[in-house]
């Protein structure tokens, strides 16, 4: 009754405005439709021009990152385009009244809803994609993605837009589509396995905090060692150091095996655990004058000095017979070789000494000679700088070892057995 009464009125100013006949005629009804949608251009042009331009300005004004977000995601724009289709859709039964023209009225009202609902599917998506990056804005230590529930969301919002949409093309209730799906749920479920998958890895990675943007992990399985790049729902990228991009479903990181170097990244130390083998030919007990050899080295004075009385007072007090070298106890050159890596380690500045290990220690001996291992953590974790320090360490100890009368095994080479004459071969 209230739309029947604001049409009279409207159809009572009009003629006598003089743009309609009191006949009302079909093309009558035109002519209002078209005022509708000039009326609802009007509007539209006054939400850009007044509302969006005085948003974009007082976004510009302050300092939050988010509504500079907002406006160059043109999300106001989408949310205004809905005002002129509530607005055409409010109006419609003026132009054509439903007593008269209800096929017509119901078709069109139809259309006009679709719009609506298909304009605030647009708009809810890119209000979650905002959430998302406003939320990677805020969270930059953490660096937790959400990108994976943003998608879910966005996927069951399309999903309900579509049954809402099939139910006003079929004039059917959606509550009554829903149910019918309830049977066809073992296909749905077929259909969006790997939907389904890929959120429920989504919340394990997230809740146990498996994985974030930005960490590099190896998964040798995908061939996967570099940094992730993204997690989405169906995929998370991995840019390889060759630069190469590998995709892994997200439900695999969670069946099976990967490494996350994140925790020594956040420790600030990174683990040096390499070895030199030494040709076992060249251990001997220290002469005194290897001793006072050894004793110039600066790293070197004290210990001797120390470990020197320590033995002499343990050999004097068992009473030990110092004329034969097995008996008692005495310094190796390979054990102060150890002595001096471990106190080189100790006091260098690029060692991480602060609750990490550091020590150099024998392994099992091989073919190949004694393994002797230094494990000890650089305090900078970049891999170029890394590198660059061990190399430096390790340039440092091969060329050092032959002052401590010692040598480094490695195998005959070519060129070594050319060097050789028949002589020496012979003898």
Known sequence: MEIDMIQNLVSKYLIKLGIIHDTNTYWDNIIILLIIIALAFMADFICRKIFLEAFRRLARKTKNEWDDLIVDRKIINKLMNIIPAILIYALLPLAFPQYEYAELLDLLLRLCTIYIITVSLRFMNASLNIIHDIYSLKDKKKNKSLKGFVQIIQVAIIFVGIIIIIGV???????????????SAAILMLVFKDTILGF????????????????????????????????????????????????IPPYALVTDSFQNWRGMFDSGGRRVKRSIYIDMNSVRFCTPEMLDKFRKI??????????EKELQEYNETHHIDASVLVNGRRQTNLGIFRAYLQRYLQQSPLVHHEGFFCMVCHLQPTEKGLPVELYFFINRTEWTVYESIQADVFDH???????????????????????????????
């Open 169 to 183: 093309l079929i004039n059917k209730s959606p509550a009554t589509l829903f149910a019918g799906l309830g049977a």
């Open 298 to 307: 600066s790293l070197l004075t004290d210990y001797i000095e120390e470990k």
């Open 200 to 247: 429920v890895a989504g919340i394990q990675l997230s809740a146990n905090d498996m994985l974030r943007p930005g960490d590099w992990i190896t998964m040798e399985k995908y061939g996967a060692d570099g940094t992730v790049m993204d997690v989405t729902l169906h995929a998370v990228k991995i840019r390889n150091f060759d630069r190469t991009i590998t995709t």
């Open 397 to 427: 100890i091969l060329a050092i070892i032959p002052e401590f009368d010692l040598r480094v095994f490695q195998n005959i080479s070519g060129s070594d057995l050319r060097n050789l004459t028949i002589k020496e071969i012979v003898t």
